[in-house]
């Protein structure tokens, strides 16, 4: 997770989450290095990242699967679990000057 989407995540208060190990956390690990190597073993490319690139935030490696779990864990945390619907596909949408009104399909 590039530092630029990190920034985001700290934003809305998720860097604890992001980093935690516990069942809802997203168990990232910061990345400080880039490294690519040939199959013997030889270095061909190595780049700081993150704070070490000089970056604002921090990088992260982080499995999707768990960024998205994470993500979901903090929605339903803000807005409640009834208000969560997966499995829809959005249809249409209505904006006017009262709000939007988003349709979707099951």
């Given at each position: 997770l590039l530092p630029s989407g990190v920034q985001?995540?700290?934003?809305?208060?998720?860097?604890?989450a992001l980093k935690s190990t516990d069942a809802d956390g997203g168990a990232g690990v910061e990345t400080s290095e880039l490294v690519y190597c040939a199959p013997t073993g030889t270095v061909v490319l190595r780049e700081p990242r993150g704070l070490a690139a000089g970056a604002v935030a921090p990088q992260y490696?982080?499995?999707r699967g768990w960024l998205h779990r994470m993500l979901l864990r903090a929605v339903e945390k803000r807005i409640g679990e009834a208000h969560v619907h997966c499995g829809h596909s959005l249809?249409?949408?209505v904006q006017d000057a009262g709000g939007v009104t988003a349709n979707f399909a099951v």
């Open positions: 985001v995540l700290i934003d809305l208060g998720l860097e604890e490696s982080i499995h249809v249409d949408f």
